[in-house]
């Protein structure tokens, strides 16, 4: 079973910019969409970016230009990067393929605080 395991995250103030890292313990970018859920304390887990197997990338309205999703397949990583952080955006992050979101199988995430 392919292994996700998320890093990247940590405290951050309101403004500021955070890369999150995604690596995958096999090559699966090039058969699997890729996508990026974040779910904070009391709330439900939410879609904040994804990634196809054609590049076609897609993001909600509450993100939308301020994170962006990318891939390097050589290296087995996916990546957010996310700007103008918000203290909204504080959440665990994970990512995930379609499979594993419908298998509801999930890795650690990593957390990310926006506070002052």
């Known amino acids: 079973q392919v292994q996700l395991v998320e890093s990247g995250g940590g405290l951050v103030q309101p403004g500021g910019s955070l890369r999150l890292s995604c690596a995958a313990s096999?090559?699966?970018?090039?058969?699997?969409?890729m996508g990026w859920y974040r779910q904070a304390p009391g709330k439900q887990r939410e879609l904040v970016a994804l990634?196809?197997?054609?590049?076609?990338?897609n993001y909600p309205d509450s993100v939308k230009g301020r994170f962006t999703i990318s891939r390097d397949n050589a290296k087995n990583t996916v990546y957010l990067q996310m700007n103008s952080l918000k203290p909204e955006d504080t959440a665990v992050y994970y990512c995930?393929?379609?499979?594993?979101?419908?298998?509801?199988?999930w890795g650690q995430g990593t957390q990310v605080t926006v506070s002052s």
């Open positions: 995930n393929t379609r499979r594993g979101t419908y298998r509801d199988h």
């Open positions: 990634i196809t197997t054609g590049g076609s990338t």
């Open positions: 096999e090559s699966i970018f090039s058969i699997n969409d």
